[in-house]
């Protein structure tokens, strides 16, 4: 079968016109011309990129990861290929260590199962925080980080586990994070009020990612620079960014592009379980939230808790503010994610051989449809 479009969006390459070959549910090759006879699945007009990337989502549609339930995580598979997510990493809140081994098995359970956006690993956003930048986090369940309890987590979710967020001013942390570089586990650093040395020496052990840039993180100072300091400073690491218009300025946001490179960046939502669904009182974890106006807030206090952003529209915002041509704004969604887990061999480019997860847009990069492994399992209603 071939798809016929005006482009194509290939990571650093926009192919104008032509035909994309599948083969068995995979990316074949791109043909300017298309052999006589061959079925076409015709999108003139339109886009194909690929399917985007969330390595940041604790819930949707009305569902939470926090539920430790199989029926939760296979309603957010169900319904992501709506915001143009064929793969994600359910991420899950600071919790005790018997909730999170509840996760692992769960997901575990789920993986092979779901049959929309695909489950690609997970994320433990949490414990191992501290109180001051909590955020919708509960400190109650904050302390330091264990590798006996890594390992837990690690044979719970067979592996499965391949990022997890920590503070790098808490005790140990240096020792963690080249254990868990070891294991295979990507280290993100947030919720924290380290010093920019701190952040320098977690990075030189081998933490490579920034929780959501700019919140959740001690400012920069002149004088100290702080996390995001080292956000800005450091290179080679890659830094999660919520583009709603409610968690970063725009005008932020474009510092940080600026300063770090598109290629450095990697769009998320940290969506909780009201995306998709109407306003109105929900649960982040254990915390009511007020779901209004495009945000949500924590009910006590009225903070930010996480974001009901869905990655289309982050792309659209970015383009739409003048941050990122399409070509790049679409790469921040899909292939520097993947990227910044290892994982840009299953997902996140069109690439002969892997599994033909895509989307079709407008020009104006309104989502048409969403197909995973060739199949079309998403189309915008008429």
């Given at each position: 079968?071939?798809?016929?479009?005006?482009?194509?969006?290939?990571?650093?390459?926009?192919?104008?016109?032509?035909?994309?070959?599948?083969?068995?549910?995979?990316?074949?090759?791109?043909?300017?011309?298309?052999?006589?006879?061959?079925?076409?699945?015709?999108?003139?007009?339109?886009?194909?990129?690929?399917?985007?990337?969330?390595?940041?989502?604790?819930?949707?549609?009305?569902?939470?990861?926090?539920?430790?339930?199989?029926?939760?995580?296979?309603?957010?598979?169900?319904?992501?290929?709506?915001?143009?997510?064929?793969?994600?990493?359910?991420?899950?809140?600071?919790?005790?260590?018997?909730?999170?081994?509840?996760?692992c098995q769960v997901?575990?359970?789920?993986?092979?199962k779901v049959t929309?956006?695909?489950?690609?690993?997970?994320?433990?956003?949490?414990?191992?925080?501290?109180?001051?930048?909590?955020?919708?986090?509960?400190?109650?369940?904050?302390?330091?980080?264990?590798?006996?309890?890594?390992?837990?987590?690690?044979?719970?979710?067979?592996?499965?586990?391949?990022?997890?967020?920590?503070?790098?001013?808490?005790?140990?942390?240096?020792?963690?994070?080249?254990?868990?570089?070891?294991?295979?586990?990507?280290?993100?650093?947030?919720?924290?009020?380290?010093?920019?040395?701190?952040?320098?020496?977690?990075?030189?052990?081998?933490?490579?990612?920034?929780?959501?840039?700019?919140?959740?993180?001690?400012?920069?100072?002149?004088?100290?620079?702080?996390?995001?300091?080292?956000?800005?400073?450091?290179?080679?690491?890659?830094?999660?960014?919520?583009?709603?218009?409610?968690?970063?300025?725009?005008?932020?946001?474009?510092?940080?592009?600026?300063?770090?490179?598109?290629?450095?960046?990697?769009?998320?939502?940290?969506?909780?379980?009201?995306?998709?669904?109407?306003?109105?009182?929900?649960?982040?974890?254990?915390?009511?939230?007020?779901?209004?106006?495009?945000?949500?807030?924590?009910?006590?206090?009225?903070?930010?808790?996480?974001?009901?952003?869905?990655?289309?529209?982050?792309?659209?915002?970015?383009?739409?503010?003048?941050?990122?041509?399409?070509?790049?704004?679409?790469?921040?969604?899909?292939?520097?994610?993947?990227?910044?887990?290892?994982?840009?061999?299953?997902?996140?480019?069109?690439?002969?051989?892997?599994?033909?997860?895509?989307?079709?847009?407008?020009?104006?990069l309104d989502l048409?449809?969403?197909?995973?492994?060739?199949?079309?399992?998403?189309?915008?209603?008429?």
């Amino acid at each position: 079968m071939f798809i016929k479009a005006d482009g194509f969006i290939y990571p650093y390459e926009e192919k104008e016109g032509g035909y994309l070959e599948l083969v068995d549910g995979r990316f074949g090759q791109w043909y300017p011309t298309v052999p006589a006879g061959a079925e076409v699945v015709d999108y003139t007009g339109f886009y194909v990129a690929p399917g985007l990337v969330d390595t940041h989502i604790h819930g949707y549609a009305g569902a939470d990861v926090m539920d430790c339930q199989e029926e939760s995580l296979a309603r957010m598979s169900q319904a992501l290929p709506e915001t143009g997510v064929t793969s994600f990493l359910p991420t899950a809140l600071t919790a005790d260590r018997e909730t999170l081994t509840k996760v692992c098995q769960v997901t575990v359970a789920m993986k092979d199962k779901v049959t929309g956006s695909k489950i690609q690993g997970l994320y433990f956003e949490g414990p191992y925080f501290t109180e001051a930048y909590k955020g919708a986090q509960n400190p109650t369940y904050m302390r330091n980080p264990s590798q006996q309890e890594l390992d837990q987590w690690l044979m719970a979710s067979q592996g499965l586990l391949c990022k997890l967020a920590l503070a790098p001013e808490r005790p140990g942390t240096e020792e963690f994070i080249a254990y868990a570089k070891a294991k295979g586990v990507k280290i993100a650093l947030g919720h924290s009020n380290a010093t920019y040395d701190q952040a320098k020496k977690a990075v030189a052990a081998g933490a490579s990612v920034w929780v959501h840039a700019y919140n959740g993180m001690r400012g920069l100072n002149h004088r100290e620079l702080g996390m995001l300091g080292a956000v800005y400073h450091l290179p080679e690491t890659f830094a999660e960014l919520i583009c709603d218009g409610y968690h970063v300025h725009p005008n932020a946001c474009d510092l940080l592009i600026k300063q770090k490179g598109h290629d450095r960046v990697a769009l998320i939502t940290d969506c909780m379980s009201a995306g998709g669904m109407a306003e109105g009182t929900y649960h982040l974890g254990e915390f009511p939230v007020a779901v209004a106006d495009g945000q949500v807030r924590l009910r006590d206090g009225g903070s930010l808790a996480g974001s009901i952003l869905q990655l289309k529209d982050a792309v659209k915002n970015i383009v739409t503010w003048g941050l990122a041509s399409r070509l790049e704004a679409i790469r921040m969604a899909s292939y520097i994610p993947a990227k910044s887990l290892g994982i840009e061999d299953r997902c996140g480019q069109i690439k002969q051989g892997l599994p033909a997860d895509f989307i079709i847009m407008t020009k104006d990069l309104d989502l048409v449809a969403t197909y995973v492994n060739g199949q079309k399992i998403w189309l915008q209603e008429e």
